[in-house]
């Protein structure tokens, strides 16, 4: 299957810095991106969907002047957590899709954030 | 509104035992998708199947199988002869051609093996 690498794997920040996490779609051009927030033992919940060139979409109740997504390139796409605070802890998963909406979703590996 | 429902919070097993994951969906949309990813203490999501809502044939892949009924809106996943490495969390998801093709995920089924 498509790989999706993200980076880093773990991070610990100080309360009030900023952190940027990237995903990269190692081999295949990832039209649409999208951005998961996951709770110990909760299911996934989408924060965001990035297209190419564009604004991302946040879902209702996402701050986008918190979380902001970034998507330059048809590779790589970017989420800065910006004044960060302990509630920010968790772990950040980022998808990728090549090409229309009924293709599969691939997963990078997870970021786990810790903010102290 | 779409939803998934995987009612089993955890299941565990003895190895080589068989065990069936369920997954229930509901969607007013008349084309969909439904995957079933796996997801191990690393934490990375492992994409498992894809089925659309057209083909109902159900699939075997090795020893995981999978039953996709429109009647109860199932698609249930089965893994015979189970193994300690199968020991996850399993997400069944959902996209829909309305909503703008976000996928659902339903809250996971625990699966331990023991050996």
């Known amino acids: 299957g498509a790989v999706v690498s993200q980076h880093p794997s773990r991070v610990i920040c100080k309360s009030g810095t900023s952190v940027k996490i990237e995903c990269r779609s190692l081999?295949?051009?990832?039209?649409?991106m999208f951005w998961y927030r996951q709770f110990p033992k909760q299911s996934l919940m989408l924060m965001a969907t990035?297209?190419?060139?564009?604004?991302?979409?946040?879902e209702q109740g996402v701050e986008k002047d918190k979380f902001l997504i970034n998507h330059a390139s048809l590779t790589l796409s970017t989420l800065t957590v910006t004044s960060a605070h302990p509630e920010d802890s968790s772990f950040y998963i980022c998808?990728?899709?090549?090409?229309?909406?009924?293709?599969?979703?691939?997963f990078g590996e997870g970021s786990w954030l810790t903010v102290v | 509104a779409q939803k998934v429902t995987q009612a089993q919070t955890e299941i565990s097993v003895v190895e080589k035992e068989d065990v069936t994951l369920d997954c229930v969906y509901e969607?007013?949309?008349?084309?969909?998708?439904l995957f079933w990813y796996k997801q191990p203490p690393s934490g990375e999501l492992v994409f498992l199947i894809r089925?659309?809502?057209?083909?109902?044939q159900n699939e075997i892949s090795g020893r995981y199988s999978w039953n996709f009924q429109k009647s109860t809106s199932s698609f249930n996943f089965t893994i015979t002869a189970s193994q300690v490495v199968d020991s996850a969390v399993y997400f069944c998801?959902?996209?829909?051609?309305?909503?703008?093709?976000?996928?659902?995920f339903g809250a996971g089924t625990r699966l331990f093996v023991k050996a």
């Open positions: 998808s990728a899709r090549e090409g229309g909406p009924g293709n599969t979703i691939y």
């Open positions: 081999d295949f051009q990832a039209t649409t």
């Open positions: 990035s297209n190419e060139g564009s604004k991302a979409t946040y």
């Open positions: 969607t007013r949309d008349t084309t969909y998708y």
């Open positions: 089925r659309n809502s057209f083909d109902e």
């Open positions: 998801a959902l996209r829909g051609n309305t909503g703008g093709f976000k996928t659902i």
